[in-house]
Nanobody, 125 residues
Framework: VQVIESGGGFRLPGGSLTLSCVAS????????MGWFRQAPGKEREFVAS????????FYTDSVKGRFTISKDNEQNTVSLQMNSLKPEDTAVYYC???????????????????WGQGTQVTVSS
């Protein structure tokens, strides 16, 4: 199983960015997936997660109302739409897959079995 993120970049505060994640070797429609991030000198932290159905998602408080996680089963991808970006959103963003069929969303790092290499998001004026 290989998880690959894309879409990172540089934005001014208030800007938008969409991250995408593809999982080869798994059909994302059967698995819960999530996004975490890690800023320099900090531990990896939960951002958003979506259940295998795609119908249930939850977010860390700091991104609620600004970020949206979604699945595209035809493309076998999971996306993170990020709006109203803030400098504190600057981090390497990682996509994770819970390798358990029909898994729910989760904010626990230990629930995720596969990770991508990460994509850098920088928000600065």
């Amino acid at each position: 199983v290989q998880v690959i993120e894309s879409g990172g970049g540089f934005r001014l505060p208030g800007g938008s960015l969409t991250l995408s994640c593809v999982a080869s070797g798994r059909t994302v429609s059967f698995f819960g997936m999530g996004w975490f991030r890690q800023a320099p000198g900090k531990e990896r932290e939960f951002v958003a997660s979506v259940s295998w159905t795609g119908n249930n998602a939850f977010y860390t408080d700091s991104v609620k109302g600004r970020f949206t996680i979604s699945k595209d089963n035809e493309q076998n991808t999971v996306s993170l739409q990020m709006n109203s970006l803030k400098p504190e959103d600057t981090a390497v963003y990682y996509c994770g897959l819970i390798d358990r069929r029909f898994s729910t969303a989760s904010d626990r790092l230990s629930d995720y079995n596969y990770w991508g290499q990460g994509t850098q998001v920088t928000v600065s004026s």
